[in-house]
């Protein structure tokens, strides 16, 4: 060896590291490239070969173990042939990206080298097929260079020791030998973002070493035909016991989930497989991965439910189910995944009610349902996810109010309920989302006016309220929001002065369109705000008022005192009989005393929502509490509902009906004035955690129930139908009697009459069949519902739970139970409240009231037993468990 040939080695190079373990460091067996300068090196090298004969130099280099080139090369091919002069180079390491080149062939007579790593170094064109020669090698990396070529048929023929092969982010073509399943030893196998086609080869189940396995962003298919749809790859890797992590995005397998997937290793940690074509359903099998953490099968055509099996995956902490077709509802299943952080069904064909209990899994940090067919509200529980990041529920049906709950999301970054059917005033607790950055409530109801306390959400960017009913101005507060970059509220109601200041200096006439009565800068497009203007038209209009209002009190001034004359004149006429009798009218309660009584309406005394309206809980200034219900007359129908329950709530009298005081009523203002039940609704107290009612509770509740609707059926002068038994509308006082309440869409059958129609929906789920189908309205509607509200009211079970789709209803669900399994189907809370010697008593009551209940359910109006029946058949169930647990 000259020493120009070593001098060779000079310009390949930063520089040169030496052991300091001799002197001269000439026995070391590493050879270091790194960035100090050629120069520096040069010197060093030369100093060195100075002071020891060629031979020894020769000594050197065949001790040469690892070669790291820096990012200075200029002729790779010269450098490469170099470095064959020593046989006992192990590593290769080649840096930063340089000129364009090729690898040449010698580089497979490095008969030794372990690792062979040429990352991101601008390489092009064919990989030398002699690499694949070399025996020893163990690993191989030439990720992100410009490689095009095919991989040579015998791959994994000659590389035995093989541990890491990754290929990934080039343009290699054709397809995966089968041969790289000789290759035994791999753990790592990372193909992703080539042009690879072809089937994945089924014999990779031969790699049983096999730990990470990346097939992302190529055009590989999974060998599935039209007779065997199933992707059989997946079955082979079921061998593979050491996988944890498996990558096959963006590739068009286009073939159903084997439920061998289910023979998958418990190592298994990570299944990505979006933007696959995966069709048919999610195996039930997937519950046995048991490791599972990270699931994700976006963008296929998967169909079907999601499986209940899936709460098996206790591990889980990221499933993205996404843009898919699946159906059914949201089981409660996946609310066992305690773990999840990432929960993503957007997109799909979902439907039914959000699961409350996904309040439970308080480490959900992402929460997208958007773009389903969900309905009814936002659960409470929801605000229990009190560092939910980004929470997307927009185009679906739910209804109802925003929940005040939404002030629990202190740290979201995004909330997204766009797209639905929400109604009433945004609530005031979302002011104190600091964090919020992004905002959309478009495309709803909502109605009342922009918050003034929207500035406190400092760091907003994003804000759409569009396509609403909110009235009134826009904040002039919203100018301190720096943040803000889009402001979307057209299509409302709102009035006023478009504020100038801050942030809408940039915005344009698309923030504004269609609005009631904006005004503001010509820039968008409205007219100018003129105050002088105003007050002009506003003395016109007192004044016209006068000159038209001052003749008329005159003229009525006189007729007065000509009445009065007269009357003088008649001493001796005797007093009407009018005046001889007592008047009693209701105390008379004014709009003013209502808004103080609630703290203006405060959120704090809200009891609860309805169709129409919420009821307030009100203490007047001589501290009596009163139940405030505020009807909503923005909501169609409110008018006609307020109307309708004044008429009957002045006639009815009973103690099981909810008592009506008083009525507040003016053009912009209605509102029932109600005894307060101070232990809530039924609902509360059959679904709330801390509340419990035991048997006798029960049944002395549908009693009371039964008592109300036998009054209204048979006692009163007309038939009267209440329409919407539920337990919302059954309230309890401090001895917890029942009251029925809300009568905003009952009907009264005239005499002789024993039905009536009507356009008015009920709530779903208690509605009878000829009512919600036919709109045919009979007292044998109200007894329909109360059979739901009996089953309801023993099970602690929605007719509208999850459980309940296709065929399988409330009714049918009761009907198969009896009678010997009673007791899958009761309230488990009645075991726990009753002695263990009483359960066979309970069971023996429940069956007894479910027959009843499916009495009141027949699908046949004629077929229904009447109120006075089932009044009477349950004071007989009273008797008889009163009688056998030793009560009385």
Known sequence: MT??????LVPLCASLEISTEMPLGLTSTSLLFSDLSAEILSARILDLLTQVELSSSRAYLSRLRSCRLGSEIQDLESEICSLRMSSS???????????????????????????????????????????????????????????????????????????????????????????????SKLTLLDLNSNAFTGSIPKMLGNLQLLKILNFVNNNLTSGSSASSPEMSFLTSLANCKHLKYLFINQNPLDGVLPTTIGNFSASLENIQADYCGIRGNIPSEIGNVSNLAFLSLQQNGLTGFIPSTIKALGKLQILH????????????????????????????????????????????????????????????????????????????????????????????ILIDFSMNQFTGNIPSTIIGLQNLVTLS???????????????????????????????????????????LSYLNVSFNKLRGQIPNGGPFANFTVQSFMSNEALCGAPKFQVPPCHTSSFHHLRKKRVAL???????????????????????????????????????????????????????????????????????????????????????????????????????????????????????????????????????????????????????????????????????????????????????????????????????GIAKLLDLGESVTHTKTIATFGYIAPEFGLEGLVSISCDVYSYGILLMETFTRVKPTDEMFFEDMTMKRWIRESLPNAISDVIDANLFKLEEEHLTTIVLQCVSSIMELALSCTAESPEERINMKDVLATLKKVKLWYLANCGRG
């Open 3 to 8: 020493l120009m040939s070593v001098s060779l």
């Open 89 to 183: 180079i192990l590593e290769c390491y080649l840096g930063s990206a340089h000129a364009p080149c090729l690898i040449p062939e010698e580089i497979g007579e490095l008969p030794n080298l372990r690792e062979l790593v040429l990352d991101a170094t601008n390489l092009m064109g064919a990989i030398p097929t002699s690499i694949f020669n070399i025996s020893s090698l163990v690993t191989l990396s030439l990720l992100g260079n410009n490689f095009s070529s095919n991989l040579p048929s015998n791959i994994g023929l000659w590389l035995p020791n093989l541990r890491g092969l990754s290929l990934a982010v080039n343009k290699l073509t054709g397809i995966i030998p089968e041969s790289i399943s000789n290759a």
């Open 321 to 412: 189910l996404s843009n898919n077709k699946l159906q059914g509802a949201i089981p409660d299943d996946i609310c066992q995944l305690k773990n999840m952080g990432d929960l993503r069904l957007n997109q799909n064909e979902l439907f039914g009610l959000i699961p409350e209990c996904l309040g439970n899994i308080t480490s959900l940090r992402y929460l997208y349902l958007n773009s389903n067919k969900l309905t009814f509200v936002i659960p409470t529980k929801l605000g229990n996810l009190k560092d939910i990041l980004e929470i997307n529920l927009s185009s679906n049906s739910l209804n109802g109010n925003l929940p005040p709950q939404l002030g629990s999301f202190k740290v979201a």
């Open 441 to 483: 409530l478009a495309h709803n109801k909502l109605q009342g006016s922009i918050p003034d306390s929207f500035d406190s959400m400092v760091s907003l960017e994003f804000l759409d309220l569009s396509c609403n009913d909110l009235s009134n101005v826009i904040p002039k507060s919203l100018e301190t929001l720096s943040h």
């Open 545 to 743: 008022a006068l000159y038209i209002l001052l003749p008329i009190a005159s003229i009525l001034l006189a007729m007065t005192f000509v009445f009065l004359f007269i009357k003088c004149r008649r001493r001796n006429k005797t007093p009407s009989n009018v005046d001889l009798l007592p008047t009693i009218t209701p105390p008379r309660i004014t709009y003013q005393q209502l808004f103080q009584a609630t703290n203006g309406f405060n959120e704090s005394n809200l009891l609860g929502m309805g169709s129409f309206g919420s009821v307030y809980k009100a203490i007047l200034e001589d501290t009596t509490i009163l139940a405030i219900k505020v009807f909503n007359l923005q909501v169609e129908g409110a008018f006609k509902s307020f109307d309708v329950e004044c008429e009957i709530m002045r006639h009815i009298r009973h103690r099981n009906l909810t008592k009506v005081i008083s009525s507040c009523s003016n053009l912009d203002f209605k509102a029932l004035v109600l005894e307060y039940m101070p232990n809530g609704s039924l609902e509360k107290w059959l679904y709330s955690y801390n509340y419990f009612l035991d048997m006798l509770q029960r049944l002395d509740i549908m009693i009371d129930i039964a008592c109300a609707l036998e009054y209204l059926h048979h006692d009163y002068s007309m038939p009267l139908v209440h329409c919407d038994l539920k337990p919302n509308n059954i309230l309890l006082d401090d001895d917890m009697v029942a009251h029925v309440s809300d009568f």
